[in-house]
C-alpha cells in the first residue's frame, strides 16, 4: 500500500496540490517521474519553485503524463516511502486533440491500479454555479467507482476563493458518505488532516 493518485477535473489544482503537498513534507527538490501515454519515461529534477513555474498553469490539461514523486512518511521511529502521483486532468466530453484523450485514458487506467485516490475538486467554482454543472459527470463517477474500493478522499480545492464555503456544502450534499477535507493548494491548508490521512492508509 504505497501509491496515492491524484486525479480530478482539469484547472482543479492537482498539480500545485502535489508540488506544495511535498513541499509540506520538507521537500525543496523533487524528482519527477514522468510517464507518457506513449510509454516514454523520463526523470527530471526541479527545485519545487520551478516545477510550480513550469508544471502548473492557467490553461486547461497542462499535464499530460502520469507525472510521480517519491515521499518519505514518518512511520514509528523511521519513514515510509510512498509514490504520489499527479495525472492528467478529466473532462465530461470526448475532447477533439487525440493527445488530451490518450492521457484522460492514462489516467483512468491508473485509478484501477492505485492504493489511495485523492480526487481533487475546485469547490470555488462549486460554490458559484449549480453543483452538477460544477462537479460533472465524471466527478460523480470517480465518487461511484471509488466507493466500491478502499482509500478515497475528497479534496476540497481551493478553499482560499470566495464562493468554496458554499461549494463546500454543495459537496457534501452532492457527494455524501466519503471522507472530504477542505484544503487550499496555494496556501497549503487542511495539508495538516490530509497528510493524517495519507499516513493513515498508506503506512
Ligand atoms: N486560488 C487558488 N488557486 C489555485 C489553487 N490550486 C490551484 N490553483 C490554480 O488553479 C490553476 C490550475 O492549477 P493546476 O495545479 O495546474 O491544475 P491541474 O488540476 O493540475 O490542471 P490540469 O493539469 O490541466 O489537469 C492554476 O492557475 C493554479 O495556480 C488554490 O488552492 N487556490
Ligand atoms: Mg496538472
Not at 41 to 60: D, F, N
Not at 81 to 98: E, M
Request: glycine share 8%; hydrophobic share 45%.
Amino acid at each position: 500500500m504505497r501509491d496515492c493518485l491524484i486525479v480530478g477535473k482539469t484547472h482543479a489544482g492537482k498539480t500545485l496540490f502535489v508540488l506544495n503537498f511535498a513541499q509540506y513534507l520538507g521537500l525543496d527538490n523533487v524528482d519527477l517521474i514522468f510517464k507518457y501515454p506513449n510509454g516514454l519515461i523520463e526523470k527530471k529534477t526541479y527545485s519545487i519553485a520551478k516545477a510550480r513555474r513550469e508544471l502548473v498553469g492557467p490553461i486547461p490539461h497542462t499535464t499530460r503524463a502520469l507525472q510521480t514523486v517519491s515521499i518519505d512518511l514518518p512511520v514509528g521511529k523511521g519513514v515510509k516511502r510512498c509514490f504520489l502521483t499527479d495525472t492528467s486532468g478529466l473532462i465530461d466530453h470526448i475532447h477533439s486533440d487525440v493527445e488530451v484523450r490518450r492521457a484522460i485514458a492514462q489516467t483512468l487506467g491508473a485509478i484501477r491500479e492505485a492504493d489511495l485516490i485523492l480526487h481533487l475538486v475546485d469547490a470555488a467554482a462549486v460554490g458559484v454555479s449549480d453543483a452538477p454543472t460544477a462537479l460533472g459527470e465524471v466527478d460523480y463517477q470517480v465518487a461511484q467507482i471509488a466507493q466500491m474500493r478502499g482509500g478515497y478522499a475528497i479534496l476540497a480545492n481551493k478553499m482560499d476563493l470566495p464562493g468554496a464555503v458554499s461549494g463546500l456544502a454543495k459537496l457534501k450534499l452532492e457527494l455524501p458518505g466519503h471522507r472530504l477535507f477542505p484544503i487550499s493548494a496555494l496556501y497549503k491548508r487542511g495539508f495538516r488532516e490530509v497528510k493524517s490521512y495519507v499516513q493513515h492508509l498508506l503506512c
